[in-house]
């Protein structure tokens, strides 16, 4: 059956809404600042709900970034009144399942903008109460989230305060798993008590007229303690080593202050972005004295990303942007280019064994050295690149092709159109910047799927995605597509927190 126009508006509608809940935080980027970027995200999540709600609801299950998944969140529980009964149950069960892959701290984020906006209906109290059912040790909250667990009590009528005036219990409830009133009067009433069963609020509690218990609590927690204690910052870290977490550790160990507690973390178990940010981060001379660990790290990173598929993917050629513009801005400092360079690490462990070549557009040849500067010769790159025919071609680029201007774009139309009838060669173009001026991330040529990318650990996916926007997107196909994600999502998510533990209504 052909496609109407009015489907092919809505699928395009869907993949720039896609690009942009990818792509964009609604932080200042290198050639647009933050009302520009916010205005613009605004504008895109407004359209995108009031029109195509279902689909709105269905980004949850892909790879977009925890800034706009709590966005869609807040906005499918702000205007619960206009969705259907059936839409609201497919949105309970997304909204659950994403609110368990996000981090705590986003959620009770989002629990205080939710409390801002005035939402507290049974439904989202529902939701609430189940999320916090499900974390592995409500006490480690109220610890380390104190503020944010307070407030979520208190606004969605969550069964942890304690009666008005009831003394505490005389049975003390387990270790493990604090009774409601013990919460209730930690967070509410915290003089009742002289000592709490469980250890961990207990220690809070002992915390403020002794030190050696502030090394039982959260590394957040405790450091408030340790300045009002007057503890020296050296012999704090050291003590504290073995709760901290691993970016906890990278924190501090990036402080001039903390220079002796480098080391600590294991690279090896970093996640590819996140390692590549951390090496972007170092000197260039402390990364050459280092070379042999750092590239071991995003190589055994890289692998694990790529896992079975691993030297699946033939001949792969890459043309990664390390121009000035990939410095980023304040907010997001090296963001693209650390992008570019876990996605050329990645690529490269795709590839067939020996069948990767990297083209920096700055002309260099090590990795490990990149840095942003110059122009963005983006043509130059892609002719070099396309000289051996690869069966792969990616571009991670922010599109700002300009030395000389538009040359990216001809030299992929002819390669196309006249080149490469056959498409033996396919092109994808990943963008790690969003475009607040055209709502999307900028494209390189209409005839080359173009795809926004944040975390090189979804470039698999995202080229999956890329495909359905090159030439005409077919509007069945890419519905089919996106209820197959959906499916896996609250397939996988269920499972993992146990069947049936959803209140969806």
């Not at 994403?98 to 629990?111: D, G, I, K, N, S």
């Not at 220690?203 to 340790?226: I, M, S």
């Amino acid at each position: 059956m052909a496609e109407t126009f009015a489907e092919l508006v809505a699928a395009e509608d869907v993949l720039l809404f896609v690009n942009a809940a990818v792509t964009a935080t609604g932080q200042r980027e290198f050639r647009s600042g933050q009302r520009e970027q916010r205005l613009s995200l605004a504008f895109l999540h407004d359209y995108v709900r009031v029109n195509y709600r279902p689909v709105y609801a269905a980004t949850l299950a892909l790879d977009i970034n925890d800034h706009n998944a709590c966005r869609i969140i807040e906005e499918l529980l702000r205007t619960a009144r206009e969705a259907t009964p059936e839409e609201k149950r497919t949105e309970g069960r997304l909204i659950a399942a994403r609110l368990a892959a996000l981090p705590p701290q986003r959620v009770y984020r989002l629990l205080r903008a939710l409390r801002t906006a005035g939402v507290g209906n049974r439904r989202t109290r529902a939701i609430v109460r189940d999320w916090l059912a499900a974390r592995p040790d409500p006490a480690y909250d109220a610890v380390k989230y104190r503020a944010g667990l307070k407030d979520a009590a208190r606004h969605f009528h969550l069964p942890l305060a304690p009666p008005p005036l009831a003394p505490p219990p005389a049975v003390a409830s387990s270790p493990s798993s604090p009774g409601g009133s013990e919460l209730g009067d930690f967070l509410f009433a915290p003089g009742r008590r002289k000592k709490y069963a469980h250890p961990l609020l207990d220690a809070h509690r002992r915390a403020h007229f002794e030190q050696g218990a502030l090394y039982e609590l959260p590394f957040t927690a405790a450091e408030g303690f340790a300045a009002r204690h007057g503890i020296a910052r050296e012999v704090f870290l050291t003590r504290m080593a073995p709760r901290m977490t691993r970016l906890e550790r990278l924190r501090t160990e990036r402080s001039n202050a903390d220079k002796s507690h480098r080391g600590r973390t294991d690279l090896a178990v970093m996640p590819l972005t996140r390692l590549a940010l951390y090496v972007l981060s170092l000197r260039r001379a402390e990364r050459a004295g280092r070379r042999a660990e750092l590239t071991g790290a995003l190589r055994a990173a890289a692998g694990r990303v790529a896992g079975p598929y691993a030297g699946t993917w033939g001949r792969v050629a890459a043309v990664l942007d390390d121009s000035y513009s990939s410095s980023g801005s304040g907010e997001k400092r090296r963001r693209p280019l650390a992008t570019a360079l876990a996605c050329g690490y990645l690529l490269e462990a795709l590839a067939a064994p020996g069948a990767y070549a990297a083209h920096w557009t700055s002309g260099g040849t090590d990795p490990l050295l990149v840095a942003p500067y110059g122009p963005t010769p983006l043509g130059s790159r892609i002719l070099d690149a396309l000289e051996h025919a690869p069966e792969r071609l990616v571009i991670v680029s922010d599109g700002w092709d300009n030395a000389p201007p538009g040359l990216a774009g001809e030299v992929l139309r002819v390669w196309r159109t006249r080149l490469d009838r056959e498409r033996r060669t396919a092109v994808t173009h990943l963008n790690p910047v969003y475009d607040a001026d055209v709502f999307d991330v900028r494209r390189l040529a209409p005839g080359v799927p173009t795809a926004g990318i944040r975390d090189a650990e979804d470039l698999p996916a995202l080229v999956e995605i890329a495909r359905f926007a090159e030439g005409r997107t077919d509007p069945a196909e890419l519905r089919a597509y996106l209820d197959g994600r959906v499916r896996r999502f609250l397939t996988r998510e269920e499972v993992r927190r146990c069947p049936g533990s959803i209140s969806t209504g």
